[in-house]
């Protein structure tokens, strides 16, 4: 088996999934192995309960929608898990998952993972291999508060030219991310586990290319060439030249990690807990970017009434404890291991659902997400094992290292480089001294609906809206993913 599932690993990799999945191939080794074992045992094996999945199951969902700014998107994902003999049900022996979704104006996720934890005796292993393009990434400004958010200035469905609209694309910035990781787990004692991993990130970005943007569009829904935030922050030098263009840094990242939950998706006891620090280097112009990142985390299982409700919570913070870091790395929160497409932070629906994608950018920074789970239905479709849940939840995070922004150097920089500013127009960008609120806490609160197959492929939807309108003038925010936030 495991010489079967090192080749599925490499000729994924090799962009040969297809080929390899044929079901009928799965079928023939699924039998071949079966019909090495005693029949006293595949007797028994019949009787055991149709709730213990055996073998492999597949969860394919189709990625179609349609974004006007982003363009119609088209593509798939699956969540692919072997269970062996059924024996660590409703933990996996081996999970891999595959997505690959493009949109008519370059948005796309092109991504691979694998994740076990027997391919190598008593370690677990994941790997994860991800290109993800954005023409129009969210970019809100520094230190959460203290860069003001208009909502008047991008919102076309509600304002116009002279209500004080500019353009959809004024808080954006053109972000494409490749990116590898390998990391390995293995046990100290007990609950107790190390962790180590390399991996790095590459980071292409700039203006949004508008002329992209308003490819085949009418002249009145065409988006203007005006100078967005992230073209005044590069213009004041609060972006520095030397990282206004992205660049590489290869990572490594140490630390450990105390885990007593009784199972990986959605346990329904326990804790996970972990600390460790990760270096990124940098090279030629951007070698003052090398820096050392500390990471916290705390997530809390505890159960209410057997599995059917859990109170969870979780509580992290990352900061920065040497070097200097590049802005567009603030915005990426730092993972032992990777379990979704995307960590940014802080704001979207990785960690603030309901407060802008984000919106919290700054050195170091903390957050805490709250949540009822509740499994309020259990059925069964053929051999799958179904639930359907509701989780009320809640979530806060702030600023703990702000960046240092002088007022007096800024207003120098723009008069000698952007002179055709106005000046008084200043505070509707930026706010400096009490008015700055950086240290004020960022909320909101909503409501997620789950829809889990065989406890591992979870399909979930997540409404939630900010408590301060700052953080999101529409009020609301809608987010579909596989799996729960933590």
């Given at each position: 088996?495991?010489?079967?599932?090192?080749?599925?690993?490499?000729?994924?990799?090799?962009?040969?999934?297809?080929?390899?999945?044929?079901?009928?191939?799965?079928?023939?080794?699924?039998?071949?192995?079966?019909?090495?074992?005693?029949?006293?045992?595949?007797?028994?094996?019949?009787?055991?309960?149709?709730?213990?999945?055996?073998?492999?199951?597949?969860?394919?969902?189709?990625?179609?929608?349609?974004?006007?700014?982003?363009?119609?998107?088209?593509?798939?994902?699956?969540?692919?898990?072997?269970?062996?003999?059924?024996?660590?049900?409703?933990?996996?022996?081996?999970?891999?998952?595959?997505?690959?979704?493009?949109?008519?104006?370059?948005?796309?996720?092109?991504?691979?993972?694998?994740?076990?934890?027997?391919?190598?005796?008593?370690?677990?292993?994941?790997?994860?291999?991800?290109?993800?393009?954005?023409?129009?990434?969210?970019?809100?400004?520094?230190?959460?508060?203290?860069?003001?958010?208009?909502?008047?200035?991008?919102?076309?469905?509600?304002?116009?030219?002279?209500?004080?609209?500019?353009?959809?694309?004024?808080?954006?910035?053109?972000?494409?991310?490749?990116?590898?990781?390998?990391?390995?787990?293995?046990?100290?004692?007990?609950?107790?586990?190390?962790?180590?991993?390399?991996?790095?990130?590459?980071?292409?970005?700039?203006?949004?290319?508008?002329?992209?943007?308003?490819?085949?569009?009418?002249?009145?829904?065409?988006?203007?060439?005006?100078?967005?935030?992230?073209?005044?922050?590069?213009?004041?030098?609060?972006?520095?030249?030397?990282?206004?263009?992205?660049?590489?840094?290869?990572?490594?990242?140490?630390?450990?990690?105390?885990?007593?939950?009784?199972?990986?998706?959605?346990?329904?006891?326990?804790?996970?807990?972990?600390?460790?620090?990760?270096?990124?280097?940098?090279?030629?112009?951007?070698?003052?970017?090398?820096?050392?990142?500390?990471?916290?985390?705390?997530?809390?299982?505890?159960?209410?009434?057997?599995?059917?409700?859990?109170?969870?919570?979780?509580?992290?913070?990352?900061?920065?404890?040497?070097?200097?870091?590049?802005?567009?790395?603030?915005?990426?929160?730092?993972?032992?291991?990777?379990?979704?497409?995307?960590?940014?932070?802080?704001?979207?629906?990785?960690?603030?659902?309901?407060?802008?994608?984000?919106?919290?950018?700054?050195?170091?920074?903390?957050?805490?997400?709250?949540?009822?789970?509740?499994?309020?239905?259990?059925?069964?479709?053929?051999?799958?094992?179904?639930?359907?849940?509701?989780?009320?939840?809640?979530?806060?995070?702030?600023?703990?290292?702000?960046?240092?922004l002088d007022e007096n150097k800024v207003r120098v920089s723009i008069e000698e480089n952007d002179p055709e500013f106005d000046m008084s127009e200043l505070d509707q960008y930026l706010k400096f001294g009490k008015d700055a609120r950086i240290y004020r806490p960022h909320m909101s609160a909503g409501i997620g609906l789950k829809i889990a197959m065989n406890e591992n492929f979870i399909l979930s939807v997540d409404w939630a809206v900010p408590f301060n309108k700052q953080d999101n003038a529409s009020m609301a925010n809608l987010y579909v993913k596989i799996g729960y936030m933590f």
């Amino acid at each position: 088996m495991k010489k079967f599932i090192i080749l599925l690993l490499v000729v994924l990799l090799s962009g040969s999934f297809n080929q390899l999945l044929a079901i009928d191939e799965l079928k023939d080794v699924d039998q071949t192995e079966k019909s090495k074992e005693p029949k006293e045992k595949k007797k028994k094996k019949e009787k055991d309960p149709d709730g213990i999945r055996r073998g492999w199951t597949f969860g394919i969902l189709p990625s179609v929608s349609y974004d006007a700014d982003l363009g119609f998107q088209y593509g798939a994902l699956s969540n692919i898990y072997y269970f062996g003999d059924g024996s660590t049900y409703p933990e996996y022996l081996h999970s891999f998952y595959v997505e690959a979704s493009y949109t008519t104006k370059r948005y796309g996720v092109f991504r691979f993972s694998y994740d076990s934890k027997y391919l190598i005796p008593n370690h677990r292993l994941t790997i994860d291999a991800s290109y993800l393009p954005d023409a129009m990434c969210d970019f809100f400004g520094y230190n959460g508060y203290q860069t003001v958010y208009n909502d008047v200035w991008r919102n076309s469905k509600k304002y116009t030219a002279e209500d004080g609209y500019r353009s959809r694309a004024f808080y954006k910035f053109k972000r494409d991310i490749f990116r590898f990781s390998a990391d390995i787990q293995g046990t100290i004692h007990n609950n107790w586990k190390w962790n180590a991993g390399i991996g790095v990130l590459w980071y292409n970005i700039g203006s949004v290319n508008i002329d992209m943007i308003n490819k085949g569009k009418k002249p009145e829904k065409q988006l203007p060439h005006i100078d967005g935030l992230y073209e005044k922050f590069v213009l004041w030098n609060i972006i520095d030249e030397n990282e206004k263009n992205g660049g590489w840094h290869p990572y490594i990242h140490a630390g450990l990690t105390y885990d007593s939950r009784n199972k990986q998706q959605n346990p329904s006891k326990g804790i996970h807990a972990d600390v460790f620090l990760t270096y990124y280097a940098a090279f030629g112009k951007q070698a003052k970017f090398n820096d050392l990142k500390l990471n916290a985390n705390f997530r809390h299982y505890v159960p209410v009434y057997k599995d059917y409700i859990t109170f969870a919570y979780r509580l992290g913070l990352q900061i920065n404890t040497a070097g200097n870091s590049p802005f567009y790395l603030n915005s990426y929160l730092n993972a032992l291991y990777m379990q979704r497409v995307m960590y940014e932070g802080l704001g979207g629906g990785n960690s603030l659902r309901g407060v802008l994608r984000n919106r919290i950018l700054a050195n170091g920074v903390a957050f805490a997400n709250v949540e009822f789970r509740f499994k309020i239905c259990k059925f069964k479709i053929k051999k799958e094992n179904f639930y359907i849940g509701l989780n009320p939840l809640f979530d806060i995070g702030m600023v703990l290292q702000p960046y240092e922004l002088d007022e007096n150097k800024v207003r120098v920089s723009i008069e000698e480089n952007d002179p055709e500013f106005d000046m008084s127009e200043l505070d509707q960008y930026l706010k400096f001294g009490k008015d700055a609120r950086i240290y004020r806490p960022h909320m909101s609160a909503g409501i997620g609906l789950k829809i889990a197959m065989n406890e591992n492929f979870i399909l979930s939807v997540d409404w939630a809206v900010p408590f301060n309108k700052q953080d999101n003038a529409s009020m609301a925010n809608l987010y579909v993913k596989i799996g729960y936030m933590f």
